[in-house]
């Protein structure tokens, strides 16, 4: 069974940094693309980042470029968000999404729970 | 980017009812289109892609259809169960982008 089990989430301050894991579990985590998604409170869906198995392609969202990292550790089965300069608008709760298994299948098939982050002094 | 357009953001309907959400996108992403429901309290969950196939275990009275720019999902017989927020996205171009959602409750 496919489980993704997010963390780290939590009360930052403007300006601060924070480090998102998500564990990952039940299929082969490094031949799958991974993914951050987000959902502001009560408002919809906004894809942050993507990486490839290997860490070969790595994309960002407009919103995140520059400020957010997105990185995975094959051994750990875990994917990693680095968050810095954090801004009231990245208040939201983070999913990890798995992306389909084919190279065309940019959608998301799986997803965890989400881990909460609030930007606020 | 590819903007999407969602219709209607919300909707009551009847149990038993055929439902139809629609998702219009500004650019032909042929049919890279996936549809998402999201229970109140929980996670998206995937139910089409490629415009019209069924994830996995999902109940076959919910269809999708379209492509080009315009999406439909159908949701016959309506259950209690479908309450829910529904997303597309599409993912034919970087970035990946959704619709602003559809929340359906029950009349």
């Given amino acids: 069974e496919v489980q993704l089990v997010e963390s780290g989430g939590g009360l930052v301050q403007p300006g601060r940094s924070l480090k998102l894991s998500c564990l990952a579990s039940g299929f082969t985590f490094s031949y799958s693309g991974m993914n951050w998604i987000r959902q502001a409170p009560g408002k919809g869906l906004e894809w942050v980042a993507s990486i490839s198995g290997s860490s070969s392609y790595i994309y960002y969202a407009d919103t995140v470029k520059g400020r957010f990292t997105i990185s995975r550790d094959n051994a750990k089965n875990t994917l990693y968000l680095q968050m810095t300069s954090l801004r009231s608008e990245d208040t939201a709760l983070y999913y990890c999404a798995r992306r389909g298994q084919l190279a065309s299948d940019w959608y998301f098939d799986f997803w965890g729970p989400g881990t909460m982050v609030t930007v606020s002094s | ?107």
Avoid at chain 2, 47 to 71: C, E, K, N, Q, Y
């Fill in chain 2, 1 to 107: 980017d590819i903007q999407m357009t969602q219709s209607p953001a919300s909707l009551s309907a009847s149990l038993g009812e055929t439902v139809t959400i629609e998702c219009r996108t500004s650019e032909d992403i042929f049919t890279y289109l996936a549809w998402y429901q999201q229970k109140p309290g929980n996670s998206p969950q995937l139910l089409i892609s490629d415009a019209s196939s069924l994830a996995d275990g999902v109940p076959s009275r919910f269809s999708g259809s379209g492509s080009d720019t315009h999406f439909s999902l159908k949701i016959n017989s309506l259950q209690s169960e479908d309450v829910a927020s529904y997303f597309c996205q599409q993912y034919n171009n970087y970035p990946w982008t959704f619709g602003g959602g559809t929340k359906l409750d029950l009349k």
